[in-house]
């Protein structure tokens, strides 16, 4: 998600270019306030309330609560179904025109009526503002939106793409009230008119307020009465502080795994506090400048793939909340195969790495600097690549330094081509092996990294992208990962856990943590 925040699965088998029918679940919209009022911590931003520019973790957290898509992921689920439409389907056996029905009497928590008009003008209206931090950048295949009556949208693709089910099911995905909002600039009120389970009465610095909208129609079957989201702007400490004195229900995103240990360790029958874990497809990487004079040599990137400890790295760092990442592609996502671990090992071995350094020629120490932005991409980056550096300095190979930068002069350092290796994350947009590629080694790829494979970009991802049958792409799948761990583009790292912390009398966390990354929060009860 054009390197969505970082912080950290089950497989798509239904082919798409069925109709996707109701699912299970609600559809009563029973929005009733029956449960307590919930308040939470997240040490994470929220960049925006617009979901025209929104693309980031915070937001989507936003948006997934108080906008509704045509499609959704209801909890455990990686393939999507029916939330504001009653049915969708491809229309073509190319999968470039796909077509939804919405359900009768949608209606935005403003009162004002849900047509085809504002899902025609929601996404036009993104495609139009193409705000850098917004997440049209999704959609290169959508031509146009087309709306044969109130209740019908079409929309038409310059090119197959499988995938756009998923895509629209997202944050990316959300509706707006036409009226509510302009069709070429963004909203800056902080305001926000959706027909999602939740509407938002306000969002400050400090703050957002979320109470029950009473007009939602759709799957979610809300348990509390309203959610009071606490914004701690990357302050862990103080998340942590609050939680133990009892001002918090809850906290998600922000905690370390060091404070995770503490408070599992420092609860008391008083305030007991637990711990919940749920499956994650947040991945992070080491990422090589093809261009540079150091990275860009494959025997140093070989060398770096035999050295990487991730075993001891996750269990030292992370403390057991992420687990080793052998490919691009996560455990649990359709697709994916251990392709670094079948290459290069899984213990490290001075001897291959020296023996790929001497076959390109290098006879010295390698002299590297790995670049981190802990205030985006996780408090413990640091400690981790000084523990990677650590591993390379210990074989007698390397020399490498550490050095960390703010993530505004990090991006642009990036750009201009100033760092030869350096850290990204990825949570994805949606849970499918597309999202794990197209981004990463597609057209125009989001790295920065100046790599391209003409076998990836001309064959295999317009292959896998307009194959509906998801199961049908792992051959595919495989070549390109493959690839990946043949070339040494980036170095997959380690695949997160996803955690949330809570009072022992809240309930419900285990249906918002999955691989969709959707949190939900009408899924939270409160005794």
């Known amino acids: 998600m054009n390197m969505r925040n970082q912080l950290p699965v089950l497989s798509i088998t239904t082919g798409l270019a069925v109709g996707l029918l109701a699912g299970c679940g609600s559809d009563t919209g029973d929005s009733s306030d029956s449960g307590s009022a919930v308040v939470m911590g997240m040490s994470d931003e929220v960049l925006a309330t617009d979901p025209a520019s929104g693309y980031d973790p915070g937001s989507w957290l936003l948006f997934n609560n108080v906008f509704q898509s045509l499609l ?9 179904e029916p939330e504001a439409a009653k049915e969708c389907t491809f229309t073509d056996t190319r999968a470039t025109r796909y077509e939804c029905e919405l359900k009768d009497d949608l209606k935005f928590s403003n009162g004002d009526s849900l047509t085809s008009q504002d899902v025609k003008f929601s996404f036009d209206r993104m495609m139009k503002i193409n705000d850098e931090a917004g997440p ?9 939106v087309e709306t044969p009556n109130d209740k019908t949208v079409v929309f038409h693709l310059k090119y197959p793409d499988a995938t756009f089910p998923s895509k629209i099911a997202s944050g990316a995905g959300s509706i707006v009230d036409h009226r509510s909002y302009d069709a070429d ?8 008119v959706g027909s999602g389970p939740y509407k938002l009465d306000s969002f400050g610095k ?5 109470s029950v909208n009473g007009n939602y129609k759709g799957q979610a079957d809300v348990e509390n009465s309203g959610v009071t989201l606490k914004f701690f702007h990357g302050d862990q400490t103080a998340l942590k502080k609050d939680l133990r004195e009892d001002k918090l229900d809850l906290a998600y995103r922000g905690l370390s795994a060091t404070d995770i240990a503490d408070i599992e360790a420092d609860s008391s029958d008083k305030s007991p506090i637990d711990t919940v874990d749920g499956t994650g497809a947040e991945v992070q990487h080491l990422v090589f400048n093809m261009n540079d004079p150091v990275t860009g040599r494959l025997g140093v990137r070989k060398a770096m793939a035999y050295l990487l400890d991730r075993e001891a790295l996750v269990e030292e760092v992370y403390q057991g909340t992420a687990t080793p990442l052998y490919s691009i592609i996560p455990a649990g996502i ?17 001897a291959k790495a020296e023996a790929a350094l001497r076959a390109d020629g290098i006879t010295g120490k390698v002299e590297l600097t790995l670049w981190s932005t802990p205030s985006r991409y996780g408090p413990s980056t640091d400690e981790e690549f000084k523990a990677i550096a650590k591993q390379l300095n210990d074989s007698g190979l390397f020399n490498a330094t550490v050095k960390s930068v703010p993530f505004e002069q990090y991006e642009k350092d990036i750009a201009a081509g100033k760092y030869g290796v350096y850290v990204k994350g990825w949570v994805p947009d949606y849970p499918d092996p597309d999202n794990f590629t197209s981004p990463f080694f597609g057209d125009g790829n989001v790295l920065g990294n100046n790599y391209t494979n003409k076998t990836i970009t001309g064959t295999l991802i317009p292959k896998t992208a307009a194959e509906s049958e998801r199961s049908a792409t792992e051959q595919e799948y495989a070549e390109l990962q493959n ?5 040494v583009p980036v170095l997959p790292v380690w695949q997160a856990k996803q ?6 009398n809240v309930y419900g966390l285990e249906y918002c943590l999955d691989a969709s990354t959707v949190f939900r929060f009408w899924e939270i009860s409160k005794d």
């Open 483 to 487: 690839i990946v761990a043949k070339d």
């Open 72 to 80: 959704s992921f209801p909890n455990g689920a990686t393939e999507p």
């Open 185 to 192: 600039k963004l909203r800056k009120d902080g305001g926000a």
């Open 499 to 504: 955690y949330a912390v809570v009072k022992e």
């Open 136 to 144: 049209a950048i999704m959609f290169p295949m959508l031509d146009k």
């Open 334 to 350: 359709t697709g994916h195969n251990t392709a670094f671990f079948d290459t290069y090992g899984a213990r490290p071995s001075k």
């Open 206 to 210: 400090e703050e957002a307020v979320f």
